[in-house]
C-alpha cells in the first residue's frame, strides 16, 4: 500500500504522520510519535498490552489500522491523566499492583473505560472487562482490589 498522511487526535492533540494504511495503530504510537507507554504484547489482540482508548472504548491499538483512526479520538496511557493523578493510578500504586508492570498501561486503559461504563463494578464485571488483558505476573487479585479501591475514589470526588 502506498503510503498516506493521516492527522490524528491523541491525547487531546492533532498530529500528523505518514504511514502506509494498513499500519497499526500501535507502531503509529510508538515508531512515529514516540508515545512508548503503549507496549506490543501479541499482535493479535489477545494479550491487552496495546490497549488505548479509541472515541472512548478500549481498543487494541495493535489490530487497529491507522487508516481507521483518523477523526477518531484516541487517548493513550500519557493521555489517560498527564499528571498521573486518576484514582486508578493512584490506586495501582497504592496497592502495588504492577510487578513487572509491562501489561499494566493496557489494564489501566480497560480499567478505565470499566469505571466510565460501571462506577461501582462487581467482581465479577472487573473480571469480564479485564478478561482480555493477561498478566504473566499474575497480579490479577491486587488489580480487582485496585479497580475496586479506585472506584470508590472517583466517586467520591
Same mark, same amino acid.
Given at each position: 500500500m502506498p503510503i498516506s498522511i493521516y492527522t490524528l487526535s491523541i491525547n487531546?492533540?492533532?498530529?500528523?504522520?505518514e504511514?502506509?494504511?494498513?499500519t497499526p495503530l500501535l507502531w503509529v504510537l510508538r515508531d512515529h510519535l514516540n508515545l512508548l507507554g503503549t507496549k506490543f504484547g501479541c499482535g493479535v489482540a489477545q494479550r491487552g498490552a496495546c490497549t488505548v482508548h479509541v472515541d472512548g472504548n478500549a481498543m487494541r491499538s495493535?489490530?487497529?489500522?491507522?487508516?481507521?483512526a483518523? *477523526?477518531? *479520538?484516541?487517548?493513550t496511557i500519557e493521555g489517560l491523566?498527564?499528571?498521573g493523578d486518576h484514582p486508578?493510578?493512584?490506586?495501582?500504586?497504592?496497592?502495588d499492583v504492577s510487578q513487572c508492570g509491562y501489561c499494566q498501561a493496557g489494564r489501566l486503559m480497560s480499567a478505565a473505560v470499566l469505571?466510565?461504563? *460501571?462506577?461501582n463494578p462487581s467482581d465479577e464485571d472487573i473480571d469480564s472487562a479485564m478478561s482480555g488483558n493477561i498478566c504473566r505476573c499474575?497480579?490479577?487479585?491486587r488489580i480487582r482490589k485496585a479497580i475496586h479501591v479506585a472506584a470508590e475514589k472517583f466517586n467520591n470526588k
Open positions: 487531546g492533540k492533532m498530529m500528523t504522520v504511514a502506509d494504511a494498513d495493535c489490530v487497529f489500522p491507522i487508516a481507521n483518523e *477523526k477518531r *479520538k484516541i487517548v491523566s498527564p499528571a486508578l493510578q493512584h490506586a495501582w500504586e497504592e496497592l469505571l466510565q461504563e *460501571k462506577p499474575g497480579t490479577y487479585l
